[in-house]
């Protein structure tokens, strides 16, 4: 059974800093493309950024780029968003998904730049941010 569960979520002020965590059981991280989304009230979800085995990639969305990292641990089967400089429209649920481990490498790169949420299988239950001004 596959279970991702992320934690790290919280309000903080603008400007600062959060690192968000998922880890994954019944998945290896390093086999697939993991992910985070995010989905504010009242708005699709939207990717923020992927990552695939030994760190290829990342892929990261124009709107937090340079400014939040996504990075793996394959260790310790777990995917790191640190997020920096965050902002009011930062706020929403942010989610960890994984998908891709039957394709290829090709087929994953693929995958994992599209950041397509239809596209992803297995998700956690989401973590809060709320950035305040």
């Known amino acids: 059974q596959v279970q991702l569960v992320e934690s790290g979520g919280g309000s903080v002020q603008a400007g600062g800093s959060l690192r968000l965590s998922c880890a994954a059981s019944g998945y290896t991280v390093s086999s697939a493309c993991m992910a985070w989304f995010r989905q504010a009230l009242g708005k699709e979800r939207e990717g923020v950024a992927g990552?695939?085995?030994?760190?290829?990639?990342?892929y990261v969305a124009g709107s937090v780029k340079g400014r939040f990292t996504i990075s793996q641990v394959a260790a310790k089967n777990t995917v790191y968003l640190q997020m920096n400089s965050l902002e009011p429209e930062d706020t929403a649920l942010y989610y960890c998904?994984?998908?891709?481990?039957?394709?290829?490498?090709?087929?994953?790169?693929?995958?994992?730049?599209?950041?397509?949420?239809?596209?992803?299988?297995?998700w956690g239950q989401g973590t809060q941010v709320t950035v305040s001004s």
């Open positions: 990552i695939m085995s030994g760190g290829e990639g990342p």
């Open positions: 998904a994984a998908a891709g481990s039957l394709l290829n490498v090709r087929g994953r790169r693929t995958l994992c730049s599209r950041l397509n949420p239809s596209e992803f299988g297995y």
